[in-house]
């Protein structure tokens, strides 16, 4: 079956949230001779799993946001004097205890508050370089990483890309990650829950790409959510479509279900 095939492909990746969703549109794109495209989860949505902090020299530190669905955030930041590392430890080990669990949306709007009181022994700097750069800490990856897009060489052979205008709308596509974000969120608009599967035929125009169509559903890695679909010609095996991007989005649901489930 197309789910067993999945497995089997996507067997020993291991915990690696972002090489699972990498090579899972590979798989997608050569199963569909498709366009494959999966979204990243928003790990904003996200639940703290823990912080971590690396020194790489005197005054720089490379920061690690890990929450429960295993996805990672990693910003490198600048300290603002020699750093301790053993004061380094002491106060993560107190930020851990205090935001631990919680969405890291919501650490972003109250973080100023949860350390004003730790922020009062804090010599090292280290609270006041979280809390300045909170925005970008506990919020998404960069634009450029939360889309995957692959398998162009699957359409560029199909009779509708005779057209000039239709070869040169794919190619914007893909390269505007904002555009194929906004693409699969209109395709899953009104999907309530993962696995349920939308099929817009035909796109309506403001991708430039108007004889094709686009196949999505939502998954979810712990408690973030993501998408994933593929786009083709509006002549696709539509059964088929459907039945490898819902086996997709529970392959990538179960691995870090699995994973995280605090029960196992």
Known sequence: SARQRIQDELAGLGGDAWELIREGTRVLAEMSSLLSIVLTPKLSTGVLHRIDAIPLASTRVLFVITVRSGLVNQIVLEVESDLDANEL???LSSLNERLSGLKLSEIRDTLDARLRELGRTDSSGILRLILKHASVLFSEQDAGQRAYVTGTQHLVGQPEFRRPEIMQGLVRLIEDD?????????????????????????????TGIDTFSVVATRYVIGETVGTVGVLGPTRMDYDRAVTLVRSMSRRLHETHSRQWDPDC
């Open 178 to 206: 904002r555009t194929v974000a906004a693409m699969l969120d209109r395709t899953v608009a009104d999907a309530s829950k993962p696995f349920v599967v939308s099929v817009r035929i035909g796109e309506d125009g403001e």
């Open 89 to 91: 430890q002491t106060v």
